[in-house]
């Protein structure tokens, strides 16, 4: 089984508060993530949360099989949600897919294409990242790296691992444009004129 962690724990300093909560498309930027993950047919999905824990919670509508663990060290880094995130997993799952709640643009498509690049016999490769045109996207992490992962500090989140050994990522390619974050609240306001055009 291959299972989605949701990092929705932080602050939004840059934003201006809590960001997950911003409504696109007629949800928060939080839903964007668990729905692509759930249309992606992921049976686990685990929403890491933190700042404004219990706000966040309540604008979630969680599907059977996901559900929200609250990271109170949040504000030590995003590598504290990813353990937190990690640990929460259930013991069949073979790997997890990293989703952030600041990327909306990130679309079944593209979690479906991590999918289908790791091997749940051999659980190979351990590390997936999509390579978009102008970047990198989401990330799978197989269970033989979690331990590492959970060991990690600061605030680059498992970044640190592909930095530390970039040999050890296997880039699945995809041929688009990689979907805009939305740290500022202009980058909100481009994204809903986008999607309203």
Known sequence: ?????????GEGKRFGGTKQLERLLGKPLVQHAVDAAVAAGLEEIVVVVGHDAE????ALRLPPGARAVTNERYAEGQSTSLA?????????????IVLLADQPGIQVRHVRALIDAFDVTTREPEILRIRFRDGPGPTLLARSVWAEATSLTGDAGARTLFDADPGRVAWVPVDEDAPPDVDRPDH???QRRVGSG
């Open 1 to 9: 089984m291959i299972s989605a962690v949701v990092l929705a724990a």
């Open 55 to 58: 706000r966040v919670m309540g």
């Open 84 to 96: 937190a995130g990690l640990r929460a997993l259930g013991a069949s799952s073979e790997a997890a």
């Open 188 to 190: 909100l306001e481009r």
